[in-house]
């Protein structure tokens, strides 16, 4: 028996959605894989490093961030608890990931090679169309990332991520998961950036600010 958070875990990843319990404990036991622990801060890989793992996160986070040649680090995303990391680079012929990704807090891994995952997926059509499925919305993700990041002013970025957050939690009173500043690496932009839009809605009315938390106000004035 798997222990309850890695089976949780699994239970969020795209790669088992749609299974139970028991479907994916009967299809990970025709395997080989294994549970590698890493520690906060442990890099995770570099850019330019080849991918060589079919790697599930089933505990902790892990940070991606990429470098222009400045030397100036964008975050590109964050992986949790059933993400798989770098699934586009596994079976790629260039399989050099593009970002470095480093863990965030103490990290488990569920870890099997590419060719473990081919034989997973080549047992269950249900588990190749979830990959399938996968890799399609990772390159929607990246073309509406590119869009936000290349076209959008800092005013419409920071208004973006508000009214992003508020639909996520469901609630026009929204808490925030990061810092300032990591916010602010996650839209390329700088902190005093951040700090000087959103100054300016709490000016407008359109949020009022405690903190982490933010009231949105007038969602019309979010523009």
Same mark, same amino acid.
């Given at each position: ?16 959605? /749609? ?14 894989? %294994? ?9 995770? *890989?570099? *850019? ?9 996160? !089933?505990? /902790?986070?892990? !940070? ?6 400045? /030397?100036?680090? !964008? ?25 470095? !990704? ?56 920071? *208004?973006?991520?508000? $009214?992003?957050?508020?639909?996520? %939690? ?10 300032? %500043? ?5 839209? /390329?932009? %700088?902190?005093?950036? $951040? ?10 009315? *359109? ?17």
């Amino acid at each position: 028996m798997m222990n309850d958070f890695i089976m949780h875990a699994l239970r969020q990843c795209p790669l088992f959605m /749609g299974m139970s319990e028991v479907s994916i404990e009967l299809a990970l036991g025709s395997i080989n894989y %294994q549970i590698v622990s890493l520690e906060k801060r442990d890099v995770y *890989a570099l *850019a330019g490093m080849p991918c060589r793992f079919a790697d599930i996160v !089933v505990k /902790g986070s892990l !940070v991606c961030r990429m470098a222009s040649l400045s /030397g100036k680090q !964008v975050e590109v995303s964050r992986l949790q608890a059933g993400d798989i990391i770098a699934p586009a680079f596994i079976f790629a012929k260039d399989n050099t990931i593009p970002v470095s !990704v480093e863990t965030d807090s103490e990290v488990k891994l569920l870890r099997m090679t590419p060719q473990t995952l081919r034989l997973l997926m080549d047992n269950d059509p249900d588990i190749r169309m979830n990959f399938i499925q996968t890799l399609s919305n990772i390159d929607v993700f990246l073309t509406h990332k590119m869009k936000v990041l290349s076209l959008f002013t800092v005013r419409e970025k920071v *208004a973006y991520l508000l $009214l992003e957050t508020a639909g996520e %939690q469901n609630s026009n009173t929204i808490k925030l998961q990061r810092s300032r %500043q990591e916010i602010a690496n996650s839209f /390329g932009i %700088q902190k005093f950036s $951040l700090l000087r839009v959103l100054n300016e809605f709490e000016k407008e009315g *359109a949020i009022r600010i405690d903190g982490k938390t933010i009231e949105i106000l007038q969602r019309e004035k979010l523009k």
